[in-house]
């Protein structure tokens, strides 16, 4: 994928290779309804405890030396029976054997393989674990709805506003969507992995991901009338988490910032600073205005899937999902009104990092 490219480009400087107890190597994979995606970063244990992360990673403590991601469609077909298929299996081994080439090659010391949504629903989810241990030698944890929702706010903490004290975090998955809201600490003391300090108050994980949608309504997925109708489902399915934690009032005093994690905040946000090919650096941490979601996201539905395919921040494997996540989003948007969306390019690898990075500093 083209921002994996532009991850590694970014700050990739470092010699493969050199690996010592003061250099370790540490790696993240995520293995998703959509993708499965690794990042390989080195670490330097004596700056990493003089320095925290901040808005972007200091070069200084640990720096990004390796990158993959390659859609494998784990979850298709898995709405009618529950049950990854021996092609989506197939392709998915396919992909952690990359990652695991990419490891072995970077000498990594520390690592952590998560699988979410698809394995968590499918009830042959074991199998595919259990294959990448006896053929890869990777140890793959199915973590919790609740797990993943807190490694993706680990990665996406270093874009949080310590001058609003509350946030709505979420992340649009291929095969569900991840709510958090949360309290800012201000002055609760930094280390290392968690620029700013938070508790959570309450989350939600809803049954819409961009895969799951796209397979419900299979070739209709990408019209104006399904958008419609899963973008209100969304808003419903949130509204009395919304009411629950009395976030409505909050927002209306501006004490509540909102970030997105996912392919689909980021290429609204690509698409709509007009880049000529997906730029991560520019991507990661930039504004939308609510009412320039909504436009963008119209304007991609009526795009058509040719000009979409060959738009240089979307691309072909990502098409109709992007008009299925933008509903998604819009539906997330109408429920949350800030007045601004803080773009995350980053979360559930990120989260994983962050935390292997607090190990290390101990």
């Known amino acids: 994928m083209t921002e994996d490219v532009n991850y590694l480009k970014e700050w990739n400087s470092y010699e493969v290779g050199h690996c010592d107890a003061h250099h370790p190597v540490i790696a993240a994979i995520d293995l998703g309804t ?18 925290f992360f901040r808005t972007r990673p200091n070069p200084q403590g640990w720096k990004i030396i390796d990158s993959f ?52 629903r499918a009830t042959n989810g074991h199998e595919l674990i259990s294959r990448a241990k006896n053929e ?30 509350y946030a709505v975090v979420f992340d649009i998955g291929g095969g569900s969507t991840e709510i958090i809201f949360l309290k800012i600490d201000p002055e609760g003391r930094q280390r290392p992995g968690y620029p700013i300090l938070f508790d959570v108050i309450d989350s939600i994980s809803i049954p819409y991901g961009v895969v799951t949608v796209s397979e419900l309504y299979a070739q209709f997925a990408a019209s104006p009338e399904i958008h419609n109708d899963v973008r209100g489902m969304v808003h419903e399915a949130i509204a009395k988490f919304i009411e629950k934690n009395n976030i409505l009032p909050l927002i209306q005093v501006d004490k509540v910032q909102m970030v997105g994690s996912s392919g689909t905040v980021t290429t609204l946000a690509a698409v709509k600073m007009g880049l000529p090919r997906y730029e991560r650096k520019r991507v990661d941490g930039t504004f939308l205005q609510l009412s320039e979601v909504h436009e963008i996201s119209q304007s991609l ?62």
Do not use: F, Q, W
């Open 34 to 51: 959509n993708s499965c995606r690794l990042l390989v970063a080195s670490v330097n244990v004596a700056s990493l405890k003089k320095t």
């Open 69 to 120: 991601a390659k859609i494998v469609r784990l979850g298709e077909g898995l709405h009618k029976d529950d049950l990854l298929s021996e092609e989506a299996i197939e392709r998915a081994i396919e992909a952690l054997r990359i990652c695991k080439k990419k490891i072995d090659l970077s000498h990594v010391s520390r690592m952590r393989a998560v699988a979410t949504e698809a394995c968590r």
């Open 136 to 165: 890869l030698d990777l140890d793959i944890d199915i973590v919790t709805a609740a797990e993943e929702a807190r490694l993706a706010l680990t990665g996406c903490a270093g874009v949080l506003n310590v001058k609003i004290p």
């Open 301 to 362: 539905l009526n795009m058509g899937p040719d000009l979409r395919m060959h738009h240089p921040c979307i691309g072909g494997g990502r098409a109709d999902l992007v008009v299925v996540g933008s509903a998604i989003l819009e539906g997330i948007c109408d429920a949350i009104p800030t007045k601004y969306l803080r773009v995350a390019d980053r979360g559930v690898r990120e989260g994983i990092l962050s935390e292997l990075l607090m190990a290390i500093s101990r």
